[in-house]
Nanobody
Framework: QVQLAESGGGLVQAGGSLRLSCAAS????????MGWFRQAPGKEREFVAT????????AYADAVKGRFTTSRDNAKNTLYLQMNSLKPEDTAVYYCAAGRPWRLRISSDYSYWGQGTQVTVSS
């Protein structure tokens, strides 16, 4: 079983940057596809980014493409999300997830979830 813990959230002005981290426990982190999702108040959880076990394949939601970058360090059991050019509409709780999803952008296909970290972007 994998346990996940996000960190790095906070308050930032529009146009600023944040780097989220997701620390994973367990020896088989490197075998899982990892994903980032977010949920804003009153909205459903939505896909942000995903990265396969080797890091060879990434995918992004259209809303963040070109501004966000996900990466992983399997030696450190850590997933990252670099967020640049942040916008107020990026405000949400950000979650990392692990699994072997058939559908990379579907949250229910992921098996393990962190507790989330709040990102607030002020205008």
């Amino acid at each position: 079983q994998v346990q996940l813990a996000e960190s790095g959230g906070g308050l930032v002005q529009a146009g600023g940057s944040l780097r989220l981290s997701c620390a994973a426990s367990g020896p088989i982190f490197s075998s899982y596809t990892m994903g980032w999702f977010r949920q804003a108040p009153g909205k459903e959880r939505e896909f942000v980014a995903t990265i396969t076990w080797s890091g060879g394949t990434t995918a992004y939601a259209d809303a963040v493409k070109g501004r966000f970058t996900t990466s992983r360090d399997n030696a450190k059991n850590t997933l990252y999300l670099q967020m640049n050019s942040l916008k107020p509409e990026d405000t949400a709780v950000y979650y990392c997830a692990a699994g072997r999803p058939w559908r990379l952008r579907i949250s229910s296909d992921y098996s393990y979830w962190g507790q989330g970290t709040q990102v607030t972007v002020s205008s």
